[in-house]
T-cell receptor, first 115, second 113 residues
Framework: EAGVAQSPRYKIIEKRQSVAFWCNPI?????LYWYQQILGQGPKLLIQ????????DSQLPKDRFSAERLKGVDSTLKIQPAKLEDSAVYLC?????????????FGNGTRLTVT | DQQVKQNSPSLSVQEGRISILNCDYT??????FLWYKKYPAEGPTFLIS?????DKNEDGRFTVFLNKSAKHLSLHIVPSQPGDSAVYFC????????????FGKGTRLHILP
């Protein structure tokens, strides 16, 4: 079984620039998550999709962050404009069925550095 | 407000001995708990979980214990091996399964030769 694919692996941008991350979940996984992990912290959920609908985006800074999963498969997360405090690893995860408490399967993440 | 707390940022254990990683939670609505392991430059991988109806779950060298009255869980690894050196995250999920999984800050485990 192929894992969760994310790209790019690393990205360095200047503040006020924009950036986009891409995620392809495990085939057949209906639920997709974007997490932000700041150095020294645990992953923090930004947004959760069930198929192509948003289940939870309560911690997504909507003035600068946006995410979509148009066809219910792959997803993009965008930051525009970026701030220094957005430097973090952005992790995408997927699971089979949210209500089953099926474990999250994470991708390797995108490490973003904002200078 | 940290609902899942891992108070030890790091832990060093001799190879072959037992590693015990601790986790405390504050939200009594949590009913499902998970441990994830993370190597550098990789995403977290699922290790073991436990439901609140149990007080112990075992999988090979890994055992998770849950003390609901103390709102405390622990992960035991025995015997510890060099490949166990990683960051371990404790996570909790509430009874309303539409709610998000909350992660602790992680504990870095070093297995000494």
């Amino acid at each position: 079984e192929a894992g969760v694919a994310q790209s790019p692996r690393y990205k360095i941008i200047e503040k006020r620039q924009s950036v986009a991350f891409w995620c392809n979940p495990i085939s057949g996984h209906a639920t997709l998550y974007w997490y932000q992990q700041i150095l020294g912290q645990g992953p923090k959920l930004l947004i959760q999709f069930q198929n192509n609908g948003v289940v939870d985006d309560s911690q997504l800074p909507k003035d600068r962050f946006s995410a979509e999963r148009l066809k219910g498969v792959d997803s993009t997360l965008k930051i525009q404009p970026a701030k220094l405090e957005d430097s973090a690893v952005y992790l995408c995860a997927s699971s089979l069925e949210d209500r089953d408490n099926s474990p999250l399967h994470f991708g390797n993440g995108t490490r973003l550095t904002v200078t | 407000d940290q609902q899942v707390k891992q108070n030890s940022p790091s832990l060093s254990v001799q190879e072959g001995r037992i590693s015990i990683l601790n986790c405390d939670y504050t939200n009594s609505m949590f009913d499902y708990f998970l441990w994830y392991k993370k190597y550098p430059a990789e995403g977290p991988t699922f290790l073991i979980s436990i439901s609140s109806i149990k007080d112990k779950n075992e999988d090979g060298r890994f055992t998770v214990f849950l003390n609901k009255s103390a709102k405390h869980l622990s992960l035991h690894i025995v015997p510890s091996q060099p490949g166990d050196s990683a960051v371990y995250f404790c996570a909790a999920s509430p009874m309303n399964r539409d709610d998000k999984i909350i992660f602790g800050k992680g504990t870095r485990l070093h297995i000494l030769p």
